[in-house]
């Protein structure tokens, strides 16, 4: 099935950095998902975002869904520890299967 | 966090063993899904089912089989392990309406010696 692009694949950063990672899709997609993977932990959900144009925050967490619904990024201020992991996002809809990951950027925190 | 529950998870076997990974969940979702990881890597999605006697080969091609004759349970199974087989097997589930969150379980990791 189709899967949305994600790029970069990692990213380091020193801590208190800025991070952003971004998802593409050839297609209009019906809604967009994220989600974190800690290391040697499962994925968890983070956000849904469904509208055109959509902004959600969630603390340091800013998401964005584009006015074509064909990508979407999320945005970590000042990075945390805590904010290691993988981060991954599953598009639905259009070319998108609702059902395949794009491959996730890799957070990687310097102290 | 979500009701979804996978066993063993851990376990060491001889190739050639024929080996099943437990899954259920608890939240009555029709839609469930095994997805193998290799460490630091991205989620291969290997088998899909929507709903009883509904199963799905996913993109990643797999010697496993899966059964869903319960809502609640979809084990997935290898006849014959092999070490190419090594890897962390993700169970999850998600109820298909708008919002189609995606819960996983805690993951099953199988080493083949």
């Known amino acids: 099935g189709q899967q949305v692009m994600q790029i970069p694949q990692y990213q380091h950063v020193q801590e208190g950095e800025d991070f952003t990672t971004y998802c593409n899709s050839s297609?209009?997609?019906?809604?967009i998902q994220w989600y974190k993977q800690r290391p040697g932990g499962h994925p968890v959900f983070l956000i849904q975002?469904?509208?055109?144009?959509e902004v959600k925050k969630q603390k340091r967490l800013t998401f964005q869904f584009g006015e074509a619904k064909k990508n979407s990024s999320l945005h970590i201020t000042a990075t945390q520890t805590t904010d290691v992991g993988t981060y991954f996002c599953?598009?639905?809809?259009?070319?998108?299967?609702?059902?395949?990951f794009g491959k996730g950027t890799h957070l990687i925190i310097q102290p | 966090e979500a009701d979804i529950y996978q066993t063993p998870r851990y376990l060491v076997i001889g190739t050639g063993k024929k080996i099943t990974l437990e899954c259920s969940q608890t939240?009555?979702?029709?839609?469930m899904y095994w997805y193998q990881q290799d460490p630091g890597m991205e989620l291969h999605l290997i088998h899909y089912?929507?709903?009883?006697?509904?199963?799905e080969k996913g993109d990643l091609s797999s010697e496993s089989t899966v059964s869903r004759i319960r809502t609640e349970h979809f084990p997935l199974t290898l006849e014959s392990a092999r070490p190419s087989h090594t890897s962390q097997y993700l169970c999850?589930?998600?109820?298909?309406?708008?919002?189609?969150?995606?819960?996983f379980g805690e993951g099953s990791w199988l080493t083949v010696v």
């Open positions: 999850a589930s998600s109820d298909g309406g708008l919002r189609n969150t995606i819960y």
């Open positions: 297609t209009t997609l019906s809604n």
């Open positions: 975002l469904v509208k055109s144009g």
């Open positions: 599953f598009g639905s809809g259009g070319g998108a299967d609702g059902l395949t």
């Open positions: 939240m009555g979702h029709d839609k």
């Open positions: 089912s929507y709903g009883v006697n509904s199963t």
